[in-house]
């Protein structure tokens, strides 16, 4: 039988990743499709040296930050979403006070920072949000992270003044043509461009995309990966795709192999030792211990859902949402016991970003690799995917 010396090998590839105080080479598309396909033993060293690496970079602590939901308007129609424009719901808005009360409950509960988050809610100018951050940072919370879609630059720079150092938008997938299919009322570039603004406004950048776009191969989701590697992110957040029933793309299947999910973000920790990487809610709606694995795989942030009980189902953007029925206080506690249960510990500062701000050289290997750069955050060239 013919035997193929060129085929990279798990252990070649995950050899590369042992010392983070030395960028490794990124890795070819073909190496991450060799990591997507790992089975059996393969796929335990790989999360074996994801978690590895995580102890090594971003610690034992698990940083806690309590999720807002405070506006469930939007006005875009995104092909998944359980509260895109048009869908069947009631529709809400916290008032300002009420969500710096929430904030202010947050922190009461262990939250060290709170993370605020709408649809594409026109009614949140930038100057209502201006006054929101203002003062949940004036309440004591150290670090405010928004999440409220795309916004012009000057906007952006006014929430920097505010107060905000963190923002989340998630560009969801790297393929224009797919992006454009599913996300009816913006662009790839939009959202590329956003994310570009927000380093030059100093915001920490979260961003990431959906695992399991239906219908796509396997090479989608490996340039996903790297292309979400390319812009050196201060956090990374990522979780299944589930589409809401309803919507265009309710129904479509999950991934046949459940563990290309975790594996995926076994591979981001591996990518990016540095980063801040969540794991998402999303997970436990594909197992109930899904966050739980996700932390023992190279995640080390933990988003507990604070937002008020009864707003609580009317945000579902994807089906079996958990926690809908709790409350912020019971949200926290589960939270609590289960990073104890890991023998892990939650953090008490604020969380910023760890990322180096001058990465060591990064050589190019295969044409889907960053070339040569200085590697810090203005340098960072957010280039589209081919
Ligand atoms: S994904 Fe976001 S922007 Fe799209 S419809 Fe849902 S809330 Fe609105």
């Known amino acids: 039988m013919r035997r193929h010396f060129s085929m990279p090998t798990i252990l070649s590839i995950l050899h590369r990743f042992r010392d983070p105080s030395r960028r490794a080479p990124t ?5 991450v499709l060799t990591l ?3 089975q059996g033993e393969d796929c335990a060293a790989l ?3 994801a978690d590895n690496l995580r102890r090594r970079t971003v610690g034992d602590d698990v940083h806690v930050r309590g999720i807002i939901e405070f506006s469930n308007y939007c006005t875009h129609a995104c092909g998944y979403c359980g509260i895109r424009r048009g869908s069947n719901l009631v529709r809400y808005r916290m008032t300002p006070a009420e969500i710096v009360a929430q904030a202010r409950q947050a922190r009461g509960w262990g939250c060290n920072t709170v993370v605020l988050q709408s649809g594409a809610d026109p009614w949140f100018t930038a100057g209502r949000l201006c006054k929101i951050v203002r003062a949940v940072r004036q309440a004591g919370i150290p670090a405010v992270t928004l999440s409220v879609g795309v916004r012009p630059l000057e906007e952006l720079r006014q929430f920097a003044a505010a107060g905000c150092d963190r923002y989340l938008l998630r560009f969801e997938t790297s393929n224009r043509a797919l992006f454009r299919r599913i996300h009816p009322d913006e662009t790839f570039v939009q959202r590329q461009l956003c994310l570009r603004n927000l380093r030059t406004a100093g915001i920490q950048v979260g961003s990431g995309f959906m695992i399991g776009l239906p219908g796509t191969p396997l090479a989608t989701l490996a340039r996903d990966i790297l292309y979400c590697t390319r812009l050196d992110l201060d956090m990374i957040g990522c979780g299944p795709f589930l589409a809401h029933p309803g919507t265009p793309l309710g129904g479509k299947p999950l991934l046949a192999d459940r563990e290309i999910y975790f594996k995926t973000m076994a591979i981001l920790r591996l990518l990016n030792p540095w980063a801040h990487i969540p794991a998402t809610t999303a997970f436990d709606a594909l197992a109930p211990d899904g966050r739980n694995r996700v932390l023992q795989l190279g995640a080390n942030v933990f988003m507990p859902n604070v937002t008020p009980g009864k707003y609580r189902r009317l945000y579902q953007l994807y089906p079996n949402k958990p926690c809908v029925d709790e409350d912020g206080a019971a949200c926290v506690g589960c ?8 023998g892990r510990r939650m953090a008490t500062g604020p969380g910023h970003t760890l990322r180096p701000k001058t990465a060591p050289v990064r050589h190019s290997r295969g044409r889907n690799a960053r070339a ?3 590697g810090n955050a203005a340098q960072t060239r957010l280039d589209a995917p081919g």
């Open 335 to 342: 939270v609590r016991g289960r990073i104890a249960g890991l």
């Open 47 to 49: 999360f074996a040296a």
């Open 36 to 38: 997507l396909r790992a």
């Open 372 to 374: 040569p750069s200085g």
């Open 27 to 31: 890795p070819s598309i073909a190496e």
